[in-house]
């Protein structure tokens, strides 16, 4: 999918969550980052990216993610993720939820 990164409606957001210290990640960025990019006209998740240590995870989290509806499909995404076994699924959680938080003020402010 090719977003549009010049569309007014296309907004990208972030959220960080702390990583376990006792984990490579953890060591190693101390946080995880995940950013993903909204379609404001209908709360569609366009893409996402997170700075897992390993790419498989990483890739994992953001198939979860992709093509969700921040709004409507909230309960279906923390389900999903659920399925991602590691130590850092509460940091990811956190991070979204983060995300949340902003897109509703976001919301609010336009």
Known sequence: MNIDFLAPNI???TG???LPSSTSGGV???NVALGIVIDMDT???LGANIN???PLANSFVEAQLLGCNLERDWDKILKRLERFQ???QKAVIVALKSIRDKY???MKES
Request: proline share 5%; aromatic share 24%.
């Open 11 to 13: 907004v990208y957001f």
């Open 16 to 18: 960080n969550g702390s």
């Open 28 to 30: 190693l960025f101390k």
């Open 43 to 45: 709360a569609d998740i």
């Open 52 to 54: 897992l240590l390993n």
């Open 86 to 88: 590691a130590p850092a």
């Open 104 to 106: 509703y003020n976001y």
